[in-house]
């Protein structure tokens, strides 16, 4: 990864909430301490760096979400890159969450992955959730585009004419873990 790496997006020690709790919270256990305990994260573990480099660096989908005038969530599917610390995303001009990340810049963004069922009957997953703000502009010649789309569609990959807007969302928070 260039630049900053994504363990130094984190705001406070307990901006990430990426530790395993052994037991329930004590009565002297911080706010923000017994917001990241919860009876799911017994069953998970923090990503180690090659695990979250090997995620950013993948194909996979992330979903962008905003939220509109009335507080409503919406999800986006979208494709992105990770560069110097912040996301990148781009999309088609006049998209509505375009308008909804312009109108409120707090979003969420999930990259993850699924893997096959096992005997014991489950789907070990790997996740990055950010909480972040993010910014909508011109995306100058397409050039953003144009790396997301190698990215993920290989080097040939032709140029999309159709004019588009870049999205940048730089992390606040970020939680990379793994069920086990």
Not at 148 to 157: A, C, N
């Amino acid at each position: 990864m260039r630049g900053r790496s994504w363990r130094t997006r984190k705001a406070t020690s307990s901006a990430f909430c990426n530790r395993r709790p052994t037991t329930r919270p004590s009565p002297s256990t911080t706010t923000s301490e017994s917001r990241c305990w919860t009876k799911e994260a017994s069953a998970m573990r923090r990503l180690n760096e090659l695990e979250v480099a090997q995620l950013l660096r993948s194909d996979t989908v992330a979903r962008l979400a905003t939220v509109d005038g009335d507080g409503f969530p919406h999800v986006t599917p979208i494709w992105f890159l990770w560069d110097n610390g912040r996301f990148l995303l781009t999309s088609y001009a006049g998209r509505p969450h375009l308008r909804r990340a312009a109108e409120n810049s707090r979003v969420g963004l999930v990259i993850d992955v699924e893997q096959p069922l096992r005997a014991d009957g489950e789907r070990p997953n790997k996740q990055i959730r950010v909480i972040g703000d993010a910014t909508v502009a011109e995306d100058p010649e397409g050039l953003w585009t144009a790396r997301i789309r190698t990215k993920y569609l290989g080097p040939d990959t032709p140029a999309v004419p159709a004019e588009r807007r870049l999205i940048t969302v730089v992390p606040r928070r970020i939680v990379a873990i793994a069920s086990v």
